[in-house]
């Protein structure tokens, strides 16, 4: 499947946001507007203005409803959760070939909040996926202490971890151990 420069920025800004979330041991990766000003400068998310608590919550919110893409068992379901999130965004979708990039599309409306921007064009990325009869390349990460949400784009779709030099590499090293300690006895 084709994907273009800016698909590739939109689903690196989606997992990224996946993986603020907090869980079991993991503290909020987006604690504060400071840290969501950072998050949108890292990934040059344009035209947000200036951002606020309400554009917290709102991200936060959004989060949520991509990691529930990332889970979804099969392309139906993924499928609608993108529309519903897709649609509430709104989206105004427009040829650009801006800083010298071949044409693509940008979908975020003028003026969009930066939830808005993300639910957008970081839903019609995935969209993408879906389209292609892809979607189980927007995966969880097999560590069992893991669960970091990637996006698969290997040739085979083998990857299982989301980085195989910490996680890959991590399990590789335990069955390592395990086996040693049987064949030790
Ligand atoms: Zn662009
Ligand atoms: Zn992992």
Sequence with gaps: M????????ALDAVVDL?????E???????????ALREFVAG???SDVGTLSELDLSAVRRLRGRFAAVFAAPDARIAAGLINELVAA??????LTDHDGYDWHVHYFAPGASVA???AADCGMALAFFVVAGEQERLRRCEAPDCRRA???LSRNRSRRYCDSRTC??????AAYRARRKEAAG
Excluded at 18 to 22: G, Q, R
Excluded at 24 to 34: C, F, Q, R
Excluded at 168 to 173: D, E, F, S, T
Aim: charged share 20%.
């Design 2 to 9: 084709l994907i273009t420069h800016d698909t590739r920025c």
């Design 18 to 22: 996946v993986n603020t979330a907090p």
């Design 24 to 34: 079991d041991g993991v503290a909020e990766g987006l604690p504060d507007v400071g």
């Design 43 to 45: 990934h040059r998310i």
């Design 89 to 94: 965004a709104g989206t105004t979708p427009r």
């Design 116 to 118: 808005d921007h993300l």
């Design 150 to 152: 990637f996006v698969d």
């Design 168 to 173: 890959g590499n991590r399990l590789h090293v």
